[in-house]
């Protein structure tokens, strides 16, 4: 490597327009360096640089200019308006395009967002930020709190995610360091994505990481340090009210005369001789710690350049004995052999440690939701209470740690070799290994009552997990570029092979003899207390694809795409999917009758069409295979082998067509602008499992049989401006979608308790009763005919439910169609600023529309005894017409037995995502410590929420049907440095 250390100097310049107006705020930045400044009310700027380094000159509405230094001290720099967002270039799929001939639907998320608001995982950068991209984090869990992400709604009954592509190589984005990423390209519509073809059915992201850039070398630390507390957590009510609250509910009840607890046991814990408990307090804490820290070093010549990274995070946890932590390193070379070929090597690795206790959170939290706060946590006599399933708080402290240890290797190997002029050919070979290694131990655990009387004994147990997953894909191609006189041509051939193989086997001992001892021939030799498993699962997929681009005067554009995939998922007369998509766009704004008028400065139409395939599937439901099973008998273990399914040779590819249409516009130099887009789309042959008669005796084969339709629109409306030294701007976007049932084999309606699907419906609908409030009197509920079988045991403060058909009797044959699950009217609302050092952003994020269902203890006082929120007494009958009264043996009242739209809650939120304040240090006073950038910042994640459900205290991006038995999302307080050198 060939490093230049050129003796720096003082350059000075003025920047204007081609008006010759000042341009004060101008960016000034040494290419290939993080270092730069601003200009000042005077449109001066002042950088220390050496001859060999090139300025790059950029402005909100304006082109950007690079400019070399060479033996200049003073430099006047002109900046046109109006070109610099059209001359910007962006990836897509095998490529890069002008911005200006995109005729796909697609939306970036820059280098400068992501370095500037600190994030624990990539998918957090997508919530609030990008039109048709819905992210949703239901917990906070250290290692568990990676986002939900779903491109323009589910079109399918299948699972289908996002492809997510990081320099070619299809992974998981949370295993990149955020610091490291280059730029993100999200591809929505048919256009965009059909070159990805069978794994582009939810949309394809694609993560470009940094590279390194001609010039000295530069060396960078990113860090910051955190305090984590919960957004919002459930308040129980205290002991007294708790037994109040249960004698009132067996009252109401009717049914039982005695009262659960005497005013004698109320009054020691009301006067202080008995003291209650918050079981949900005890297993957590009120604050964690969060850290993380980033080093970088870039740079090169023109013959090699590199790009280097290492950082660690760690999120220690709420509750006893969590904690996440992740390494990532990565190399990325780009090497110049001759004029003609160019090789690029990038290398990645990353290691990911979660520990939490062994019995899970989600254990602790369900069972912490549902003792009472009269079940004391310890004796009188310091021992551990046993509480119907166990001790939450006890497991936290005591019951062992469960540590998933994950390490991921990346390599990716590719040349560009260039034939002739315009015509070059690419070739690509990405591997992947990724190991996960589980363990866990249980420790034993005796409990005792008050008296030392031994009441249960909690055996210990170890666990051995091991899972490793092997990927390798090969791509080849040829692209050949073209310009003459009105005319570019792009085209691209290519061809692809990809394989992965996954192998997993686990091994669990009881009845260890020492909790010290974790090695599973420690274990119990008796096979009666081991269980062993293993599997494995592979597939392949073969491609070739094809691109067209042509422009005519930079104004008509085209674009076509094709791919034909073979996939080892299907049997042999049906293996092979064929995918074409066509787009069209026109520059309107380049036309002669608009070209002359100056406060139009782009607009654009383009529609688009196309079809990509799914195949997210078993790796064999065409073809029967063979199941094993063990037990012992006699003391030996046998094993059986057996068909586990019924397959089907048949089944073929399910294919998403989308049809597209969007217009951009912007106005006055991008003082403000817009894009809509209305888009169409159609599942067919989708791939899903049929009901079956119980009597068949096998699971249900996977047919193609089911169609589904998906229809919405996306508006995105963005300014930027600059008053004096202040930039500023504003980005707001909205989304809706809907999907509906279209055909499923004439199979329907499939109703799932509380879900329903079938034609005419959204996918797993909301089904139940009709609810028409609650009974205020004892007379008004007797003097309903219909009834519920329940002994009549209706009365006042009790749902009142709707007989639809009208014949006396409330069952099943009166419940309906109740709503959509999916959230509508998506938005997000960013905002921010610069003046002088100082630099702001604001994030807003939530849904105009959304339904929320909880269920068992999170909805219903009591279910299994447990502890009633306080917000279930403040809105319960007759305090208010919100809430049904409390029961003992809830019926009616139950959403898990008489399901009705009464428990449907208005969803619909808003919440503060994100808020950054930085300060970047001038020049003048960092050439004195030898930094050549530094920036300090402050910055606050999930700040404020406010919704519409029936409590402040339930989170609105909870996951519908939840017991709230999750760990809490979390509000997120961050300081932190970045610098340069």
């Known amino acids: 490597m060939n490093f230049t250390f050129a003796q720096n100097r003082m350059v000075t310049g003025v920047v204007s327009t081609e008006a010759g107006e000042l341009l004060p705020g101008v960016n000034v930045a040494i290419k290939g360096t993080t270092t730069g400044t601003i200009t000042d009310v005077q449109g001066e700027f002042h950088i220390e640089t050496n001859s060999e380094s090139t300025l790059i000159f950029s402005f909100i509405g304006f082109g950007t200019v690079e400019m070399k230094v060479g033996s200049q001290t003073k430099m006047n720099v002109i900046l046109s308006e109006g070109s610099e967002q059209l001359e910007e270039v962006i990836v897509v799929g095998f ?28 998918s957090a950068l997508f919530q609030g930020t990008l039109p048709g991209v819905v992210a949703t984090q239901t917990s906070g869990q250290p290692g568990a709190d990676n986002m939900d992400i779903l491109i323009r709604g589910s079109s399918s009954i299948n699972d289908t995610p996002a492809l997510v592509i990081v320099d070619g190589m299809p992974m998981s984005m949370n295993n990149i360091n955020p610091q490291d990423i280059e730029s993100i390209t999200v591809l929505k519509d048919a256009s965009a994505t059909a070159i990805y073809g069978a794994h582009a059915a939810g949309g394809v992201i694609l993560i470009t990481t940094k590279r390194g850039k001609e010039g000295k070398v530069s060396f960078g630390y990113n860090g910051y340090v955190g305090v ?39 009054d020691e814990y009301r006067n202080g001789s008995r003291q209650g408990v918050n079981w949900r307090d005890a297993i957590m804490s009120s604050t964690a710690m969060q850290q993380q820290h980033n080093m970088t070093v870039s740079g090169g010549s023109e013959k090699v350049k590199y790009y280097g990274s290492g950082s660690f995070f760690d999120q220690g946890g709420l509750t006893p004995n969590t904690n996440f932590q992740r390494y990532n390193f990565r190399m990325n070379v780009d090497a110049k052999v001759n004029d003609r070929l160019t090789t690029h090597f990038k290398s990645a690795f990353d290691n990911s440690v979660r520990q939490q206790p062994t019995r899970g959170i989600g254990s602790a939290y369900y069972n912490a939701n549902i003792y009472s706060p009269i079940d004391p946590i ?42 002739v002029d315009g015509l070059k050919a690419v070739v690509d070979y990405n591997f992947r290994y990724s190991h996960d290694r589980g363990k866990a131990f249980n420790n034993k655990h005796d409990y005792y009552d008050g008296d030392g009387k031994l009441v249960k004994t909690e055996p210990n147990w170890y666990e ?40 997993q086997g686990s091994m669990t001992r009881y ?76 520059r309107i704004s380049e036309e002669s009758f608009l070209k002359d008028v100056e406060w139009v400065t782009n607009l654009k139409v383009r529609g688009s069409w196309g079809k990509v395939g799914n195949q997210n599937i078993g790796s064999f439901d065409w073809t029967p295979t063979l199941a094993a099973s063990s037990a012992v008998i006699g003391g030996e273990g046998v094993t059986a082998v057996y068909y586990d399914k019924t397959a089907n040779p048949d089944i073929k590819w399910e294919t998403k067509t989308t049809t597209n249409f969007g217009l951009e516009a912007d106005f006055f130099g991008r003082l403000i602008g817009f894009t809509v887009d209305v888009f169409t789309n159609r599942t067919t042959d989708i791939l899903m499992n049929v009901p079956v008669p119980p009597q068949f005796g096998y699971d249900a084969p ?56 079938d034609v005419g419906a959204p996918m797993r609908a909301w ?36 007989d639809i058909n009208g014949d006396g009797v409330i069952d099943g044959d009166d419940r309906e169609l109740l709503g959509d699950p999916n959230p509508r009217y998506m938005f997000g609302i960013n905002l921010g600023g610069s003046f002088k050092g100082f630099d702001f952003n604001i994030l807003f994020n939530g849904a105009l529309q959304r339904d929320v269902v909880l269920i068992n203890e999170a909805a219903v006082p009591f279910f299994l005894q447990a502890t009633p929120q306080e917000w279930q007494v403040e809105k319960a009958w007759p305090n208010s017409n919100e809430y049904p009264k409390f029961r003992e043996e809830y019926t009616v009242n139950d959403p898990g037995r008489y399901f009705s739209d009464f428990w449907i809650q208005d969803g619909k939120y808003i919440r503060l995502k994100n808020v950054t304040v930085g300060y970047t240090f001038s020049a003048d006073l960092l050439k ?14 999930n700040l404020w929420t406010s919704s519409a459900l029936w409590s402040p205290t339930i989170d609105p991006e909870i996951s519908n049907g939840s017991r709230g038995a999750s760990y809490p999302q979390l509000s997120v307080y961050t300081t932190g440095i970045s610098l340069n050198f």
């Not at 551990?384 to 740690?401: A, C, I, L, S, T």
């Not at 009709?770 to 009365?795: P, V």
């Open 95 to 122: 490529g890069e395009q002008k911005k200006e001939n995109v005729t796909g639907s697609l939306e970036t998320i820059g280098s400068e967002t992501i370095k500037d608001r600190p994030v624990t995982s990539t």
């Open 228 to 266: 984590q507390t919960p957004t919002m957590e459930h308040k129980f009510v205290g002991a007294v009210e708790f037994m109040e609250l249960s004698n009132l509910a067996r009252q109401n009840d009717g049914v039982n005369s005695n009262p659960v607890f005497t005013q004698d046991q109320i």
């Open 378 to 419: 310890k004796w009188d006599n310091g021992e551990w209470n046993y509480v119907r399933n166990g001790n939450p708080v006890r497991w936290m402290e005591e019951g062992g740690d469960r540590t998933s240890n994950w390490v991921n290797t990346q390599l990716m190997l590719g040349a560009e070799y260039k034939i």
């Open 464 to 503: 051995d997990y091991n899972a490793a997953t092997t990927y390798s894909g090969l791509q080849a191609r040829l692209d050949y570029e073209k310009h003459w006189n009105n005319h570019y041509l792009k085209a691209m051939v290519g061809y692809s092979n990809e394989t992965q193989l996954w192998e």
């Open 511 to 586: 009845n260890y003899l020492t909790d010290n001892i974790h090695i599973i021939d420690a274990g119990s030799r008796d096979p009666k207390d081991w269980m062993m498993g293993g599997t494995a699962d592979q597939w392949a997929i073969q491609s070739l694809y094809a691109r067209v681009n042509y422009a005519f005067k930079d104004r008509y554009l085209f674009e076509a795409n094709i791919r034909r995939d073979g996939s080892s998922k299907f049997g042999p007369s049906h293996r092979y999917g064929l995918f074409p998509s066509l787009s069209l766009g026109w």
């Open 702 to 757: 996977r047919v193609n049989a089911g169609i589904v339709d998906n229809n919405g629109w996306e508006v995105s409306v963005r300014h930027q401006n600059q008053i004096g030294d202040f930039n500023y701007f504003v980005n707001l976007n909205l989304f809706d979608n809907r999907n509906n049932v279209v055909d499923i084999l004439e199979t329907g309606p499939w109703i799932d308790d509380m879900r329903f699907t």
């Open 767 to 802: 089904y139940g009763f009709r609810s028409d409030g609650i009974y205020q009197t004892d007379e008004e509920a007797k003097a309903n005919t219909a009834h519920y079988n329940l002994n009549n045991n209706i009365g006042a403060g009790d749902i009142k439910l709707v």
């Open 928 to 941: 004195k410590v030898g930094a050549t950038s530094a920036r300090i910042y402050v910055s606050g994640d």
